[in-house]
C-alpha cells in the first residue's frame, strides 16, 4: 500500500488546505516541463498527481484512511475539477507562478514554440603599433559569422514555403495525457517550429544561415592599452528563433617598441650624451612619439639622471590629456681620441687633482662614467 501522506510530505491529520498547499508546491518542483522532461521528475509527478487525487477529495481521503486504498485510477480520467479545485490549484498558481502562464502566451497547454536565443558573442583580436596605440586609427576587420540566408530569407526553403507539421499540426509542441494534466514537450519532427520544409534551399541545405565573411570598419582610440577589449553591439553571431544576435568583441595587443618603453601613461625613453655635454651643459633634440623635441640638459649632467617632457606621452584614453616623456641620460665615452682631445682631458684631470693612472685617460673616463651608471 502506499503512503499517499508521504508522498506529499504532510501529516495524516493535515487540513484539506495544507494537502492542496503541499501539492501545489510539489506539482511546480516535479512537472516534467520545468525538468526538460527528465525521467525521474516524470516518474515523481505521476506519484504526487495520484497521491493528491486520492487526498484532495474529501470522500476518497475518508475511504483512504479507513481501507487503505481510494481507487485513485478511477478518478484519473473522470476526476471532478470543479471538485477538487482544479483552475484554482493549477491554472491560478502556474499563471502567479510564471507570470502568464506556465505553459505559453496563450495559457495551459497553450502552444509555445522555440524560444528565441541570443547568438554567441564573437572575438577579434588586433595587433597594434606603438604610434598606432598613441594616435588612434581606423582598421577595416573580416569578421568569418553566420548570417541569414539571402537565398530563402533564412527560411531554409528553396521556395519560401514550408508545410505544417504532422506530428504537432504546427503548435511546435507534442501534447499527451498524464492523469488529469496535459504534458507539452518540443515536436522532435520539426524542431518547435511548427513547420516541415518539403524542398530545402540549395544555398543553405536548409539550415535558413549560411557562412559569410562581414567586413566591418572600426576606430580604436588613441591611448588604448594591451589587453583593452572593446565591445560592438549586434556583431556577433545570428540568434535562433528571431533572438537578438550576439556582440563582438575587438582585444588590442600593442608591439613593443625597439625605443620607447611604456609606463602608464608614461614613455620611457634613453638619449646618449657625450662626456662635454654631460659636464658643460646643453641643449639637444630627443626622440618623442610626436617628433623630435628640444631637451635642455644642466652642466654635470649625472648618468642615469631623468629629465621631463611634460604632456610629451600617451594620450590618457577618452581624456585631451596625455602623460610625460622621461628620459634617461647616458654618457657615451669616446674610444678614441686625437693628440690635441687627450692633451686636454689630462690637464682637466690635473686641474681637478686627479693622477693619471697607467691605462690611461680613457680608462680612468669610463671609470667615473660607469660608476655613476
Same mark, same amino acid.
Given at each position: +500500500?502506499?503512503?499517499?501522506?508521504?508522498?506529499?510530505?504532510?501529516?495524516?491529520?493535515?487540513?484539506?488546505?495544507?494537502?492542496?498547499?503541499?501539492?501545489?508546491?510539489?506539482?511546480?518542483?516535479?512537472?516534467?516541463?520545468?525538468?526538460?522532461?527528465?525521467?525521474?521528475?516524470?516518474?515523481?509527478?505521476?506519484?504526487?498527481?495520484?497521491?493528491?487525487?486520492?487526498?484532495?477529495?474529501?470522500?476518497?481521503?475518508?475511504?483512504?484512511?479507513?481501507?487503505?486504498?481510494?481507487?485513485?485510477?478511477?478518478?484519473?480520467?473522470?476526476?471532478?475539477?470543479?471538485?477538487?479545485?482544479?483552475?484554482?490549484?493549477?491554472?491560478?498558481?502556474?499563471?502567479?507562478? !510564471?507570470?502568464?502562464?506556465?505553459?505559453?502566451?496563450?495559457?495551459?497547454?497553450?502552444?509555445?514554440?522555440?524560444?528565441?536565443?541570443?547568438?554567441?558573442?564573437?572575438?577579434?583580436?588586433?595587433?597594434?603599433?606603438?604610434?598606432?596605440?598613441?594616435?588612434?586609427?581606423?582598421?577595416?576587420?573580416?569578421?568569418?559569422?553566420?548570417?541569414?540566408?539571402?537565398?530563402?530569407?533564412?527560411?531554409?526553403?528553396?521556395?519560401?514555403?514550408?508545410?505544417?507539421?504532422?506530428?504537432?499540426?504546427?503548435?511546435?509542441?507534442?501534447?499527451?495525457?498524464?492523469?488529469? !494534466?496535459?504534458?507539452?514537450?518540443?515536436?522532435?519532427?520539426?524542431?518547435?517550429?511548427?513547420?516541415?520544409?518539403?524542398?530545402?534551399?540549395?544555398?543553405?541545405?536548409?539550415?535558413?544561415?549560411?557562412?559569410?565573411?562581414?567586413?566591418?570598419?572600426?576606430?580604436?582610440?588613441?591611448?588604448?592599452?594591451?589587453?583593452?577589449?572593446?565591445?560592438?553591439?549586434?556583431?556577433?553571431?545570428?540568434?535562433?528563433?528571431?533572438?537578438?544576435?550576439?556582440?563582438?568583441?575587438?582585444?588590442?595587443? *600593442?608591439?613593443?617598441?625597439? +625605443?620607447?618603453?611604456?609606463?602608464?601613461?608614461?614613455?620611457? *625613453?634613453?638619449?646618449? !650624451?657625450?662626456?662635454?655635454?654631460?659636464?658643460?651643459?646643453?641643449?639637444?633634440?630627443?626622440?618623442?612619439?610626436?617628433?623630435?623635441?628640444?631637451?635642455?640638459?644642466?652642466?654635470?649632467?649625472?648618468?642615469?639622471?631623468? !629629465?621631463?617632457?611634460?604632456?610629451?606621452?600617451?594620450?590618457?584614453?577618452?581624456?585631451?590629456?596625455?602623460?610625460?616623456?622621461?628620459?634617461?641620460?647616458?654618457?657615451?665615452?669616446?674610444?678614441?681620441?686625437?693628440?690635441?682631445?687627450?692633451?686636454?682631458?689630462?690637464?682637466?684631470?690635473?686641474?681637478?687633482?686627479?693622477?693619471?693612472?697607467?691605462?690611461? *685617460?680613457?680608462?680612468?673616463?669610463?671609470?667615473?662614467?660607469?660608476?655613476?651608471?
Amino acid at each position: +500500500m502506499k503512503d499517499y501522506y508521504e508522498t506529499l510530505g504532510v501529516s495524516k491529520d493535515a487540513s484539506q488546505e495544507e494537502i492542496k498547499k503541499a501539492f501545489r508546491h510539489l506539482a511546480l518542483k516535479y512537472h516534467p516541463d520545468r525538468n526538460n522532461g527528465a525521467k525521474d521528475s516524470e516518474e515523481k509527478f505521476k506519484e504526487i498527481n495520484e497521491a493528491y487525487t486520492c487526498l484532495g477529495d474529501a470522500s476518497k481521503r475518508a475511504q483512504y484512511d479507513a481501507t487503505g486504498t481510494c481507487n485513485p485510477g478511477a478518478g484519473m480520467g473522470g476526476f471532478d475539477f470543479q471538485g477538487a479545485g482544479f483552475g484554482d490549484v493549477f491554472e491560478n498558481i502556474f499563471d502567479s507562478f !510564471f507570470g502568464g502562464g506556465a505553459f505559453g502566451a496563450s495559457g495551459f497547454g497553450g502552444r509555445r514554440g522555440p524560444r528565441p536565443e541570443r547568438g554567441h558573442d564573437l572575438r577579434y583580436d588586433i595587433e597594434l603599433d606603438l604610434e598606432e596605440a598613441a594616435s588612434g586609427v581606423k582598421r577595416t576587420l573580416k569578421i568569418p559569422k553566420t548570417a541569414s540566408c539571402s537565398e530563402c530569407s533564412g527560411t531554409g526553403s528553396k521556395t519560401g514555403r514550408t508545410n505544417t507539421c504532422p506530428d504537432c499540426r504546427g503548435t511546435g509542441q507534442v501534447r499527451y495525457q498524464q492523469g488529469f !494534466f496535459s504534458v507539452s514537450r518540443t515536436c522532435s519532427k520539426c524542431g518547435g517550429t511548427g513547420q516541415i520544409i518539403t524542398e530545402k534551399c540549395s544555398r543553405c541545405s536548409g539550415a535558413g544561415r549560411v557562412k559569410v565573411e562581414r567586413e566591418l570598419t572600426i576606430t580604436i582610440p588613441a591611448g588604448v592599452e594591451d589587453g583593452i577589449r572593446f565591445r560592438i553591439t549586434g556583431e556577433g553571431e545570428l540568434g535562433t528563433h528571431n533572438g537578438p544576435p550576439g556582440d563582438l568583441y575587438v582585444v588590442a595587443s *600593442v608591439k613593443e617598441h625597439a +625605443m620607447f618603453k611604456r609606463h602608464g601613461d608614461d614613455i620611457l *625613453v634613453e638619449h646618449q !650624451f657625450s662626456v662635454t655635454q654631460a659636464i658643460l651643459g646643453a641643449e639637444v633634440e630627443v626622440n618623442t612619439l610626436w617628433g623630435p623635441e628640444k631637451l635642455h640638459i644642466p652642466p654635470g649632467t649625472q648618468p642615469g639622471q631623468t !629629465f621631463r617632457l611634460k604632456g610629451m606621452g600617451m594620450p590618457r584614453l577618452h581624456k585631451k590629456t596625455k602623460g610625460d616623456q622621461i628620459v634617461v641620460a647616458r654618457v657615451a665615452v669616446p674610444s678614441k681620441l686625437t693628440v690635441k682631445q687627450r692633451e686636454l682631458v689630462e690637464e682637466l684631470a690635473r686641474e681637478s687633482g686627479e693622477t693619471i693612472h697607467k691605462g690611461g *685617460v680613457m680608462e680612468k673616463l669610463r671609470d667615473i662614467f660607469a660608476a655613476g651608471s
